[in-house]
């Protein structure tokens, strides 16, 4: 073995480690002595006769064992006056409350809050559900066929062959209503669900939704039709009328279109309502047979409907771009935030 000055090798380290001045500093050290004067040996050691092998292999764990006592002396005399540092230091950890200020809640969860309040009161279940859902639910057991234009890479969102981002609650909903053994059935879920949209001031590829599902042997139209009729009502007033348009909904028949009476001319005609004096709200209907079916439920009639809680929340406060809503504009904010 080549003939190593060990007193050299450990003064050079203890001069270096004098200039350091944090932990991070100390270890580089550490490790670059350990490469320039260890590695060359533990290469001379494999390479050395068998008889040789066991003094070289004590000399490299003595240099190691040398080489670590000084870099945790180091680590050990900085860590100190850093904590010396500390308790020299005053701080007051008290935060003066002039500086707070209170918050307020966001115009879409301020809308979901009324419409989760209204479905309280009438016994409904509360669920937000997950985000990432089984195919099955978002698709196949609400009767939506495998050439629907939904089920395209390029209108929804899919994480795999079998999951996905959910494209309205309803998948949430589904996936409750399995097997479920009751006799009345009161479901609203709630959350993001996402579609593959341009965002524009109307569209979004990400927005809020709740979904209805009231499932009970002897529902009938006239029940829809009160359901949507109070809510609306609640959240916009009791002048608010409402209308239903015959639609198509792959999950729903008969299905329909909800209007209602424009929020800001009260159906005399705007730019909002485009002179017509009506705007969309929402779809709705009756479960489709074939959800029932997969369902696997022991309930012939259900009612349902899906709210866009953005639409809503644009029209109750008057936003003119639904990205206004997702901006984080303190100016909007403020509007809402508490007394």
Same mark, same amino acid.
Request: net charge negative; aromatic share 8%; hydrophobic share 40%.
């Given at each position: 073995?080549?003939?190593?000055?060990?007193?050299?090798? %450990?003064?050079?380290?203890?001069?270096?480690?004098?200039?350091?001045?944090?932990?991070? &500093?100390?270890?580089?050290?550490?490790?670059?002595?350990?490469?320039?004067?260890?590695?060359?040996?533990? &290469?001379?050691?494999?390479?050395?006769?068998? @008889? &040789?092998?066991?003094?070289?292999?004590?000399?490299?764990?003595?240099?190691?064992?040398?080489?670590? +006592?000084?870099?945790?002396?180091?680590?050990?005399?900085?860590?100190?006056?850093?904590?010396?540092?500390? #308790?020299?230091?005053?701080?007051?950890?008290?935060?003066?409350?002039?500086?707070?200020?209170?918050?307020?809640?966001?115009?879409?969860?301020?809308?979901?809050?009324?419409?989760?309040?209204?479905?309280?009161?009438?016994?409904?279940?509360?669920?937000?559900?997950?985000?990432?859902?089984?195919?099955?639910?978002?698709?196949?057991?609400?009767?939506?066929?495998?050439?629907?234009?939904?089920?395209? =890479?390029?209108?929804?969102?899919?994480?795999?062959?079998?999951?996905?981002?959910?494209?309205?609650?309803?998948?949430?909903?589904?996936?409750?209503?399995?097997?479920?053994?009751?006799?009345?059935?009161?479901?609203?879920?709630?959350?993001?669900?996402?579609?593959?949209?341009?965002? +524009?001031?109307?569209?979004?590829?990400?927005?809020?939704?709740?979904?209805?599902?009231?499932?009970?042997?002897?529902?009938?139209?006239?029940?829809?039709?009160?359901?949507?009729?109070?809510?609306?009502?609640? %959240?916009?007033?009791?002048?608010?009328?409402?209308?239903?348009?015959?639609?198509?909904?792959?999950?729903?028949?008969?299905?329909?279109?909800? @209007?209602?009476?424009?929020?800001?001319?009260?159906?005399?005609?705007?730019?909002?309502?485009?002179?017509?004096?009506?705007?969309?709200?929402?779809?709705?209907?009756?479960? #489709?047979?074939?959800?029932?079916?997969?369902?696997?439920?022991?309930?012939?009639?259900?009612?349902?409907?899906?709210?866009?809680?953005?639409?809503?929340?644009?029209?109750? =406060?008057?936003?003119?771009?639904?990205?206004?809503?997702?901006?984080?504009?303190?100016?909007?904010?403020?509007?809402?935030?508490?007394?």
């Amino acid at each position: 073995m080549k003939q190593i000055n060990t007193k050299e090798i %450990l003064d050079e380290l203890s001069n270096k480690l004098e200039e350091a001045r944090n932990d991070t &500093q100390i270890i580089e050290l550490r490790n670059i002595f350990i490469n320039k004067y260890l590695g060359p040996i533990y &290469q001379e050691l494999k390479l050395a006769p068998n @008889d &040789q092998k066991k003094e070289i292999g004590n000399f490299v764990n003595l240099l190691k064992k040398e080489i670590n +006592d000084l870099i945790e002396t180091a680590l050990e005399k900085i860590r100190q006056a850093q904590e010396n540092h500390s #308790h020299a230091v005053n701080y007051d950890i008290n935060i003066d409350n002039i500086k707070l200020v209170k918050g307020g809640l966001t115009p879409i969860t301020l809308i979901t809050n009324e419409i989760l309040d209204f479905f309280k009161n009438l016994d409904f279940q509360i669920v937000e559900g997950n985000e990432i859902v089984p195919i099955k639910y978002n698709f196949d057991n609400l009767n939506i066929d495998i050439h629907h234009p939904t089920r395209s =890479y390029q209108d929804s969102f899919f994480i795999n062959a079998i999951t996905m981002l959910r494209t309205h609650c309803t998948a949430t909903t589904a996936e409750k209503l399995d097997h479920n053994k009751e006799s009345d059935i009161r479901i609203v879920t709630f959350g993001n669900v996402y579609r593959n949209d341009e965002d +524009d001031a109307t569209h979004s590829h990400q927005f809020n939704q709740v979904d209805i599902v009231w499932a009970r042997n002897g529902l009938n139209l006239k029940n829809l039709k009160w359901l949507i009729s109070a809510l609306l009502k609640r %959240l916009f007033g009791e002048k608010i009328q409402t209308r239903f348009r015959l639609s198509h909904f792959p999950f729903t028949e008969p299905s329909f279109e909800v @209007d209602m009476t424009c929020s800001r001319c009260h159906g005399k005609g705007c730019p909002m309502c485009k002179q017509t004096g009506w705007i969309e709200i929402l779809g709705a209907g009756m479960f #489709h047979m074939n959800v029932m079916k997969m369902a696997n439920v022991n309930i012939e009639t259900a009612l349902a409907a899906g709210i866009g809680v953005d639409r809503l929340a644009i029209l109750k =406060y008057g936003f003119n771009d639904i990205r206004d809503l997702y901006s984080n504009d303190f100016r909007i904010l403020e509007q809402f935030k508490l007394g």
